[in-house]
Each structure stands twice: as structure tokens, then as C-alpha cells.
């Protein structure tokens, strides 16, 4: 099992990324898709996170309005739309794959397997 994200960088306060994160060797079609953050000092904490069910997508508060998380099951990917950007948001985001399940999960012990991290770095 191997995921793959993507996607990080600098960017200035307001602006957008697009983080992807391609899962192989994993059921993709009806897993628990996570993505989390873990900024310099502190724990790890969950953004936001899906089950099979499309309308049942839970968002961190810090992140609802400004961020989307979807999956693209064709190509066993799933992404994390990030507008508005805030100093704040700086921090390595990881995302992670669990069993099935219909509803998001948003404990990091409900995930089987994770990426190794994409930073993102926001500054003017």
C-alpha cells in the first residue's frame, strides 16, 4: 500500500492550493479518505475526512467555507482544495486511508496507512 501526496508549497495569505494525495494498492472505492495537519509544535489533528457516502464529509471548524475535500474514484485520488489560506494553516498534511466505512472517521487510529506528508508553508 502506497499513497502519494502532493501538492504543498508557499503561498501568501488568501491564496489557494490543491493538495492530491493517489492511494495504490489500497480498496479506494468505499474507504475512509482523511486528510490531516500537524503544524510545527503541536499534534496532529484532522482537516477533514469522507466516507463512501458523498454527502457525509466532516470539516475541521478552523477549515469549513474555505476548504474542499473530494475523491475522484476513477483514479483512486482524492484532493483537499484549500482557498483562503491563512498563516495558521501552515503545517505538514497528511493524508490517510481506512476501512470501509459510510460515514468520515476523524481519528488518526481509524486509518490503516498515510502518505508521507506534503508542507504547506503560508507567508507573506
Known amino acids: 500500500v502506497q499513497l502519494q501526496a502532493s501538492g504543498g508549497g508557499l503561498v501568501q495569505p488568501g491564496g489557494s492550493l490543491r493538495l492530491s494525495c493517489a492511494v495504490f494498492?489500497?480498496?479506494?472505492?468505499?474507504?475512509?479518505l482523511g486528510w490531516f495537519r500537524q503544524a510545527p509544535g503541536k499534534e496532529r489533528e484532522i482537516v477533514a475526512g469522507?466516507?463512501?457516502?458523498?454527502?457525509?464529509?466532516y470539516y475541521a471548524d478552523f477549515v469549513k467555507g474555505r476548504f474542499t475535500f473530494s475523491r475522484d474514484t476513477a483514479k483512486n485520488t482524492m484532493y483537499l482544495q484549500m482557498n483562503n489560506l491563512k498563516p495558521e494553516d501552515t503545517a505538514v498534511y497528511y493524508c490517510?486511508?481506512?476501512?470501509?466505512?459510510?460515514?468520515?472517521?476523524?481519528?488518526?487510529?481509524?486509518?490503516?496507512?498515510w502518505g508521507q506528508g506534503t508542507l504547506v508553508t503560508v507567508s507573506s
Open positions: 494498492g489500497y480498496p479506494f472505492g468505499r474507504s475512509a
Open positions: 469522507m466516507g463512501y457516502s458523498p454527502s457525509r464529509v
Open positions: 490517510g486511508v481506512g476501512p470501509d466505512s459510510r460515514s468520515a472517521k476523524t481519528r488518526e487510529s481509524e486509518y490503516d496507512y
